[in-house]
């Protein structure tokens, strides 16, 4: 399955900047809408947009990969083990 790595980059960004982010502060600065970083974040949708994903990319200075990664499901694990 595909993870967000939203929630380490915000955290990364916060300790080198020395200041706190919220969803909706980062919403707002990059132009998205605060429910849809939650749900990003959090691992709770679909799709992601690549116009979205192009905001992240720009505002983290990161590419794709850096925000999203492959996650094997366990059973997917398991048949690669075999």
Do not use: W
């Amino acid at each position: 399955m595909i993870r967000s790595r939203l929630k380490i980059l915000i955290a990364e960004a916060e300790s080198l900047n020395g200041e706190s982010f919220t969803y909706a502060k980062l919403a707002q600065q990059i132009g998205l809408s605060k429910d849809t970083l939650n749900r990003l974040a959090n691992n709770d949708t679909k799709r992601i947009d690549f116009s979205t994903l192009s905001q992240l990319c720009a505002h983290f200075k990161c590419q794709p990969g850096d925000i999203l990664i492959y996650v094997p499901n366990v059973s997917q694990r398991e048949e690669v083990a075999s």
